[in-house]
């Protein structure tokens, strides 16, 4: 702190620069209170609109956590704040009421965020709180408006709650139509799938017909009875062929022996004909057997899909009856909706405390700036002035000290500053001089108070 690192040496200061502290001082505040008066008053207005729960509860998906009420007027607000706030919102609101046709060296870019930012929408938390994994629930939304004109604030105010009432009303009217729109052509479309897979399943069954599961026993049984009939004509086949080699190894044939052996080469024929067809259908059903598990893959293929499709279509036909539900609710008003508990009113008074703050606050910068002005002032030109002072600087315990003498002076202003200066009189142990500077300052600031 240079020269300065006592009290005593603090108030010393302040009485050598007294003068320039009060100059400093007064000056600040004439100045803050002459800024302070230079602002235009500002009025605050707000209307209060109650998000009120439905008059009929809407359904519900089985196993989904029930809403409470005013659980989606959170992302609604949200949603309709963004578009009252949006450019071309704005600029209508601005051509509607003629805002600041006594300012027309702003832009419109200026306009729109003065606009912007005297708007503020506030949400009020529901006094049933928030559950866990629940949306935030909401009870009411608070307009608050901040602008020159007291009654252009009120119709600011309450052309927003309106606009948050008419979207609000429309929002919902608009959803619950889109959903039902939307679910339906859901329905369509998931009725073609099924019907189109339930198509493709009654032609690849028509064309596996043959390697169709459910008949996989049938057709090995039959593999069974085939292999037994083709045993037994095969048997047949080689004692036919051993009686016709006897036949045909005797020496001498008779007219009967022709005769049966031809009757032989005939049925030879016949058998080895049924044995032939026997081996093409045991190929052939052996063939369809084989054919059958990659046929079963593909059916239980396509009764997974037909299963997955019936789900969603059960459930899109759920939910659409749901939105038919919601869609009525809506349109008779019977769902969540919002209502103007109190429209915003003209005030009578600007916002307090803006000037006053700017007063006080500008009387005690000026009095820190100025203590700190003759702060550095002493800094610049240190002079050792105390006992002390000396001391610390220069090592050296003065002997004597002398203190100032001044002339004495006739004029009534000179008495009356030694006065001040006498510390022969002091106050609470302070000198006169440091209870007086006190004192005007407290007069400094409640001046500001009150011309503010």
Not at 173 to 191: G, H, L, P, S, T
Not at 224 to 234: G, P
Not at 399 to 420: F, M, N, T, Y
Request: hydrophobic share 45%; proline share 4%.
């Amino acid at each position: 702190m240079g020269q300065i690192q006592s009290i005593e040496e603090l108030i010393s200061l302040l009485l050598r620069r007294r003068w320039m502290i009060i100059l400093i001082t007064v000056a600040g505040l004439l100045a803050a209170v002459i800024f302070a008066k230079s602002r235009p008053d500002i009025y605050e207005t707000a209307a209060v609109i109650q998000i009120e729960g439905a008059q009929v509860a809407e359904p519900t998906t089985p196993g989904a956590q029930a809403q409470p009420d005013g659980g989606g007027a959170a992302q609604i607000l949200q949603t309709i704040e963004q578009r009252l706030t949006t450019r071309d919102a704005l600029t209508a609101v601005i051509e509607r009421h003629n805002l600041f046709t006594d300012q027309p060296q702003l832009t419109s870019d200026e306009k729109l965020v003065a606009l912007r930012s005297s708007v503020t929408f506030q949400a009020v938390d529901s006094a049933g709180g928030q559950g866990f994994g629940q949306s935030r629930s909401i009870s009411a939304i608070i307009i608050s408006v901040r602008f020159g004109d007291p009654k252009t604030a009120a119709e600011l105010a309450n052309d927003f709650a309106q606009g948050i009432l008419d979207q609000s009303a429309a929002g919902q009217r608009d959803r619950a139509d889109k959903n039902v729109a939307f679910f339906k052509e859901e329905e369509a479309r998931i009725y073609d799938q099924i019907a189109k897979l339930e198509d493709d399943v009654t032609a690849y069954k028509n064309a596996h017909a043959d390697a169709m599961p459910t008949l996989s026993d049938a057709r090995r049984d039959e593999i069974v009875s085939l292999s037994d009939d083709l045993r037994q004509a095969t048997q047949d086949l080689v004692g036919l062929q051993g009686e016709q080699a006897a036949i045909v190894a005797k020496p001498q044939q008779r007219e009967t022996d022709k005769r049966r052996s031809d009757d032989i080469a005939t049925q030879i024929d016949v058998l080895n004909a049924q044995i032939a067809s026997i081996n093409a259908r045991k190929a052939a059903v052996e063939t369809a057997l084989a054919a059958t598990p990659e046929v079963e893959r593909v059916l239980a293929g396509y009764d997974r899909q037909l299963q997955q499709l019936q789900g969603q279509y059960d459930n899109v036909t759920q939910r659409m009856a749901e939105a038919e539900t919601t869609q009525r609710l809506a349109e008779r008003q019977q769902s969540e909706r919002f209502t103007l508990l109190d429209r915003a009113l003209s005030p009578e008074y600007a916002t307090g405390g803006g000037k006053k703050k700017i007063a006080i606050a500008g009387a005690i910068a000026s009095l820190l700036g100025a203590i700190g002005l003759a702060f550095l002032l002493d800094l610049a030109k240190p002079v050792v002035r105390t006992a002390a002072q000396m001391q610390r600087q220069l090592d050296l315990e003065p002997v004597v000290c002398i203190p100032e003498i001044r002339a004495p002076k006739g004029r009534v202003g000179s008495a009356a500053l030694r006065l001040i200066d006498d510390p022969k009189r002091p106050i609470f142990g302070l000198p006169r001089f440091a209870v007086l500077a006190a004192a005007t300052t407290l007069a400094l600031v409640l001046m500001a108070a009150v011309i503010g």
